[in-house]
């Protein structure tokens, strides 16, 4: 398992903080998933042989927000 942070931008309430959480929680080998509106940021805990980065930040943008 691996551990990232995904700096997030555009979450504007908890609504939002709810989806960023759904979206990245139905992605293929994630297995934890801790958004946080300030500072903008998810902690994501992936297994890097069922996923990767670029699929978790596309995800995020996908669902309306900036990931970096």
């Not at 979206?23 to 990767?52: F, K």
Request: hydrophobic content about 45%; overall charge negative.
């Amino acid at each position: 398992m691996e551990t990232i942070v995904i700096r997030i931008t555009g979450m504007r309430c908890q609504a939002c903080v709810q989806s960023v959480r759904a979206v990245l929680e139905a992605l293929r080998g994630v297995e934890a998933v801790a958004v946080s509106l300030e500072p903008g940021q998810a902690t994501v805990s992936y297994d890097p042989t069922l996923g990767n980065v670029a699929i978790l930040r596309k995800a995020v943008e996908q669902a309306g927000f900036d990931a970096s």
